[in-house]
């Protein structure tokens, strides 16, 4: 690319991730070595920081703030869900012409990439020159065509983190309070839930069982499957996916969910964890409990992925390098080779093929009883965390010689 300058704009839209300003760091870093790129404007709150015309001059920004970023969660521009209509077109590209703006970058999961390939087409329809790219991101790893989403590391390595500290409080509380359930963020992908299987460092460790949306079960099974694992260890710690569901694909628990959908028509998650809870416990008679860490999932800086801090800057300065390229109308994915070291390499995808798909578990992931994962799932997320939990200690309890008899409680 030759010629004039052309600006650019990148904005960040649906759920953040404890990595995503890295993305739009890379962006903002890579451009700034390009002289075909001109101004590098952020729109905020996503879309609607072009419809709105609300930008800002991100070549103004200091490089200290830029390197803050970095270790800094959420959208540093501000996110929005809003689906692009046909009304929206015309105003979209007044903006962009107004501000001479030919490079366009997404940040985003599923329903960006098809917000950014709806602007291409418009560009395309318009005979306005602009490429547009998406950027991965997302907890649930549910985008086609990439290996995995940049967010994800950091999010699984907090879930495990989190179920193993909260279910070996559960192992110590013993009668006290012998059930816990704890909900995980997916929508219809269990990948972050699957994760949750990290915590383990012998078979018998909490989760013992771990139930995700692309293996529906039945209440029956969930019932008889604690019962078991209370029966032999006297204690139960059980990874639920958000979006789990029963036999006949229904949502469990939703009666008890709110009934609302956000702007995509995605429906709110709500209820499966309670739900559960409830049913365990007039089942089986025993005190419940229930983690449901939420946005924690996606915002706790201090578990942050090394591996998945350095893949989210990457990919935000693979993006620019592909417009630089002549590319457009696609997303950066990052590709996993074969061998025993984990390496990763960039490459793009029709946003035409990312656009509202979605990447589930597939089976071999999954155990035959449905009610816990496989160890390729293991060897699948394990490089993306970051290196291995700390190791646990654990006391070898050597009994001491009774000299009394028995307590009659």
């Not at 692009?84 to 015309?90: E, G, K, S």
């Not at 549910?142 to 179920?163: E, K």
């Not at 604690?226 to 029963?246: F, H, K, M, Q, T």
């Not at 449901?292 to 992925?305: D, E, H, I, N, W």
Request: charged share 25%; glycine share 12%.
């Amino acid at each position: 690319m030759t010629g004039r300058k052309r600006n650019a704009v990148v904005g960040q839209s649906g759920g953040p991730t404890a990595v995503i300003n890295n993305s739009l760091v890379g962006v903002i870093h890579e451009a700034l070595q390009h002289d075909e790129i001109g101004r590098i404007y952020g729109m905020l709150r996503g879309i609607k920081g072009v419809l709105n015309e609300d930008l800002v001059d991100l070549c103004r920004e200091s490089p200290e703030t830029l390197g803050m970023l970095r270790d800094t969660p959420s959208s540093a521009l501000g996110t929005v869900r809003y689906k692009v209509t046909d009304a929206d077109y015309d105003r979209i590209l007044e903006v962009l012409m107004a501000h001479d703006i030919e490079h366009f970058f997404y940040i985003g999961g599923n329903d960006s990439m098809d917000t950014a390939h709806k602007v291409h087409l418009l560009a395309r329809q318009k005979g306005y020159e602009l490429q547009v790219i998406g950027v991965p991101k997302t907890i649930d790893n549910d985008l086609a065509m990439t290996d995995h989403c940049p967010g994800y590391g950091s999010a699984a390595r907090f879930v495990a983190t989190a179920i193993r500290g909260s279910g070996w409080d559960t192992m110590a509380m013993g009668e006290s309070s012998p059930i816990k359930l704890m909900e995980i963020m997916g929508r219809n992908a269990g990948w972050l839930t699957a994760a949750t299987a990290l915590a383990r460092e012998i078979p018998e460790d909490p989760p013992q069982l771990i139930y995700v949306p692309e293996r529906g079960v039945s209440l029956e099974k969930f019932v008889d499957d604690v019962r078991y694992w209370y029966g032999r260890l006297g204690y139960c710690v059980i990874a639920v996916s958000e979006g789990l569901r029963n036999e006949q694909g229904r949502p469990i628990g939703e009666a008890s969910g709110t009934g609302e959908v956000d702007a995509f028509g995605h429906p709110r998650k709500a209820g499966a964890v309670e739900f559960l809870e409830g049913l365990v416990g007039e089942s089986l008679g025993v005190k419940t409990r229930h983690d449901k860490p939420g946005y924690l999932q996606r915002s706790f800086t201090a578990l942050v992925s090394p591996v998945d801090r350095e893949e989210a800057y990457e990919v935000g300065r693979a993006a620019v390098r592909a417009v630089i390229a002549g590319e457009t109308d696609k997303m950066v994915t990052l590709v996993r080779q074969a061998g025993p070291e984990y390496v990763v390499d960039m490459g793009l995808a029709p946003l035409a093929e990312v656009a509202n798909a979605e990447h589930l578990l597939p089976p071999e992931y999954l155990n035959e009883e449905g009610n816990g994962v496989t160890e390729a799932l293991l060897d699948y997320v394990r490089p993306l965390i970051g290196g291995p939990l700390p190791p646990y200690g654990r006391l070898a309890k050597h009994a001491v010689e009774k000299h009394v008899r028995p307590w009659p409680g």
